[in-house]
Nanobody, 116 residues
Framework: QVQLVESGGGLVQAGGSLRLSCAASGRTFSSYVMGWFRQAPGKEREFVATIRLSGTSPYYSDSVKGRFTISRDNAKNTLYLQMNSLKPEDTAIYYC?????????WGQGTQVTVSS
């Protein structure tokens, strides 16, 4: 079993920045592809960003490309999402995801609110 706990969310003004963290425990963290998803009230959960086991080849949704940066520290079992130039449409609950090819895990989410 893998447990994921997100943190770092909060309330910021448009144009501001936040850094989200996802702390993982349980099975080997480095064996999982990690990613971030988000969900706004009344909307479906959507993909934000993902990163390979080695920390290479990050991939982003077009809506956040150039503004967000995903990274991972396997020694600390932690995934990060640096969010810059935030927009009101970024307001959502952000979820951490771990996938090893046959099992998938989710955190409970952290709220990000961007005021206009």
């Amino acid at each position: 079993q893998v447990q994921l706990v997100e943190s770092g969310g909060g309330l910021v003004q448009a144009g501001g920045s936040l850094r989200l963290s996802c702390a993982a425990s349980g099975r080997t963290f480095s064996s999982y592809v990690m990613g971030w998803f988000r969900q706004a009230p009344g909307k479906e959960r959507e993909f934000v960003a993902t990163i390979r086991l080695s920390g290479t080849s990050p991939y982003y949704s077009d809506s956040v490309k150039g503004r967000f940066t995903i990274s991972r520290d396997n020694a600390k079992n932690t995934l990060y999402l640096q969010m810059n130039s935030l927009k009101p449409e970024d307001t959502a609950i952000y979820y951490c995801n771990a996938d090893n090819g046959h099992s998938q895990y989710w955190g409970q989410g952290t709220q990000v609110t961007v005021s206009s």
